[in-house]
């Protein structure tokens, strides 16, 4: 009797001693052994509960890793044990989404009487070919837009943020194509090309799907699979098909980025639910069984293993553990000691007091203590979404009070003239470590037709020197969004692009300023001060201002610089018979605007990441023309 009380507390022990290692190092390196990736996913689901998605991170942490960036691309399409068990995990959890995403479509498919070939050396009647292309076109539009709309599996999510996340740390260019390979080639297509393999449709036979079906299949599984990579079909068979790729891959982006909004951060962050909480990650398995499984898989003793980390001999419970998915640090002993602790993930919300944001135009705030940020995170996730727009009133103030010479404070901070480029003449300076510039012109127009073209494509086109490369990260409101720009991204060779230009992104927050109509009771004001809206606290003014934050899911990627700018854009203000005051502009009804654009950014940065913003205020005149031709060409089309 007592021999078994020993041999099973050994066993507990053991089982402990595996499933408290903060790194998961044992439990990676199980799974490079040969075996059943199914049964280990079922078995490690059940063993690590409510941490299972920490030892996810940890995975494919180390997946990417190993990576280089010519590899990141490929990752997804590798056979390693971590894109199995992802795949694996994607089919347990994620069951009842797919069939309710494919039924109906596959249902169609397998009911066609016929292939639909596309292929012009097969099929030599064009009506019947463009009947095929039609209906291919139909069935892949049917799927997708069912995987938009349908309910996503909110432990899915959470292992596509994850996902996302680590391969953004290393690799941001590819961070869309290795979410979309998961997704679409690893999860959905294998379904649809061979539907009698998954769990999606348990009683299909594959005897009883006719051939010209598994034909069909693959082509619809081809159209899905290069709307993920947002690459053309090169077969010229397959061309036609190109604009329906161009249509979606907006929605697909889209996609990307809901499905990754919809994971609650802070559950993330945590890992660690109620003690009632049903598990996050269901398993058929019970403990012992999972652990069977695992002890059955080892080769050798587990005794090798440091069994401090089991110890005292009472069971923990899994839902008090410290480990989580930001920092896999944890109080016992790790079984990889010289492994560096992870870093806690970031927000769009707090900055460390000796980043750029917190000195704009004054002392910085105190820095938050991180369980008070995370403390004030759980119980209001959406406060990071007030604290960015006050952020943006905050800096129009700056912007404002930066570009106005009408009361200069620091006489020391005089504007120097630099660069002059078809009238347009750059000015700047120097101020409180932050280099300064700007430029303006005199636009016959309205602020507000101004403000309009400038914030359009169109206008962006002429000013921005980001080109087409801008992705929408969140919106915050209806004047309010985060980007991400790139000046990379094109299909040029990578080798040319470090030859002739230097890799360069930004997170920027941008909003549009429109001034509130009650404002005019502010005539009586010193022109010094800006006019405020209603609320007090937001300058009157047409604007459009854009600074840089932190964005946990578009880290600094290796050798690609990261600009930071303080509050820059444009401002906007009216004029009549060539002077400045507000006042007579509006008492004149005038149409003529002065448009100032201004850049901020901490001086020592300037060497780095000035150039292109210098090429952005030279092209002031070209953008003046334009908005004047505009405004022209809209008023005949108005007054005919």
């Given at each position: 009797?007592?021999s078994c009380s020993s ?14 290692d ?15 990736i199914?049964?280990?996913t ?15 991170k940890?995975?494919?942490?180390a ?9 990141a ?8 044990p971590?894109m ?10 994620g ?7 494919l ?9 066609l009487?016929e292939?639909l ?21 139909s ?11 349908s ?12 996902l ?18 998961f997704?679409?080639?690893r ?7 061979m ?14 799907l ?6 069909s299949?693959i082509?619809?599984?081809k ?6 990579n ?11 098909f ?8 907006p ?15 802070t559950?993330l962050?945590?890992?660690?639910p ?10 058929p398995l ?6 069977k ?13 440091p ?8 069971k923990?419970?899994?839902s008090?553990?410290?480990?989580t998915?930001?920092?896999?640090s944890?109080?016992s ?11 806690a ?12 944001l ?6 910085p705030?105190?820095?938050?203590a991180?369980?008070q940020?995370f403390e ?22 700056a912007?404002l009070?930066?570009?106005?010479t ?15 480029k ?11 470590a ?26 962006r ?5 980001w ?6 990260l969140e ?5 309010s ?6 000046n ?9 692009l470090?030859c ?14 429109y ?15 800006p006019a ?20 946990p ?8 610089v ?5 509050s ?22 005038a ?33 003046k ?5 505009s ?10």
């Amino acid at each position: 009797m007592s021999s078994c009380s020993s041999s099973s507390n050994e066993d507990e022990i053991r089982r402990l001693a595996f499933t408290s290692d903060p790194d998961y190092h044992s439990a990676r390196t199980l799974l490079q052994r040969k075996g059943d990736i199914k049964a280990m996913t079922h078995a490690y689901m059940s063993l690590f509960g409510d941490q299972f998605l920490a030892f996810v991170k940890a995975m494919v942490d180390a997946e990417v890793s190993h990576g280089s960036e010519d590899q990141a691309a490929e990752m997804i399409r590798g056979n390693t044990p971590c894109m199995k068990m992802l795949s694996e995990v994607a089919y347990v959890v994620g069951t009842g989404y797919l069939r309710d995403v494919l039924t109906g479509p596959m249902s169609v498919l397998f009911h066609l009487p016929e292939s639909l070939e596309v292929n012009h050396e097969i099929v030599r009647d064009e009506a019947t070919l463009e009947a095929h292309r039609a209906q291919l076109e139909s069935l892949a539009q049917a799927i997708l837009d069912r995987l938009v709309r349908s309910p996503f599996p909110p432990l899915l999510a959470s292992l596509c943020l994850c996902l996302r996340r680590s391969v953004a740390a290393r690799f941001h260019a590819h961070s869309d194509s290795v979410l979309g390979g998961f997704l679409f080639l690893r999860v959905v297509c294998p379904v649809v090309v061979m539907p009698y393999h998954s769990v999606v449709f348990p009683h299909l036979e594959k005897a009883n799907l006719p051939s010209h079906a598994r034909r069909s299949s693959i082509l619809v599984a081809k159209l899905l699979q290069n709307l993920a990579n947002n690459a053309f079909f090169k077969e010229d068979y397959m061309a036609p098909f190109n604009p329906f790729i161009r249509r979606n891959f907006p929605t697909v982006v889209a996609f990307y980025d809901r499905i990754c909004q919809s994971v609650d951060v802070t559950t993330l962050a945590t890992s660690i639910p109620p003690r009632d909480a049903t598990p996050c990650c269901p398993s058929p398995l019970s403990i012992d069984e999972a652990w069977k499984v695992v002890r059955d898989r080892l080769d050798s003793p587990l005794d090798t293993f440091p069994l401090s980390v089991a110890l005292p001999l009472q069971k923990p419970s899994m839902s008090n553990a410290t480990t989580t998915l930001g920092d896999l640090s944890t109080a016992s002993a790790t079984l990889s000691l010289d492994r560096p602790k992870q870093k806690a993930s970031s927000t769009t919300s707090w900055f460390n007091s000796t980043f750029f944001l917190s000195h704009r135009g004054g002392a910085p705030p105190p820095p938050l203590a991180f369980d008070q940020v995370f403390e004030s995170q759980r119980h209001n996730p959406l406060d990071h979404h007030a604290d960015l727009i006050q952020m943006a009133h905050t800096g129009l103030v700056a912007l404002l009070n930066a570009t106005n010479t009408a009361h200069e404070q620091d006489a020391s901070a005089t504007w120097t003239n630099g660069q002059t480029k078809r009238g347009v003449q750059v000015h700047s300076r120097v101020r409180r470590a932050v280099l300064e510039l700007k430029a303006s012109v005199v636009v016959a127009a309205d602020p507000s037709t101004c403000l309009a073209y400038i914030a359009a494509p169109r206008g962006r086109e002429i000013w921005s020197t980001w080109g087409h490369e801008v992705r929408e990260l969140e919106r915050l409101d209806c004047t309010s969004r985060i980007l991400h720009r790139t000046n990379y991204g094109s299909k040029l060779p990578p080798f040319l692009l470090w030859c002739c230009m230097q890799l360069q992104d930004a997170v920027e927050l941008e909003s549009v300023f429109y001034p509130n109509e009650s404002s005019d009771a502010s005539h009586d004001k010193d022109d010094s001060e800006p006019a405020t809206c209603a609320t007090g606290d937001t300058p009157s003014h047409h604007a459009l201002v854009f600074q840089s934050v932190t964005y946990p899911d578009v880290p600094p990627v290796s050798g690609v610089v990261r600009s930071c700018v303080h509050s820059s854009g444009f401002v906007l203000s009216p004029i009549a018979n060539g002077s400045n005051n507000d006042d007579d502009a509006k008492l004149h009804d005038a149409t003529d605007t002065l448009v100032t654009f201004a850049i901020r950014m901490d001086h020592a940065l300037a060497p780095l990441q000035a150039k292109p913003y210098q090429k952005q205020l030279l092209t002031l005149a070209k953008l003046k023309v334009a908005i004047e031709k505009s405004a022209t060409t809209a008023s005949r089309a108005s007054g005919s």
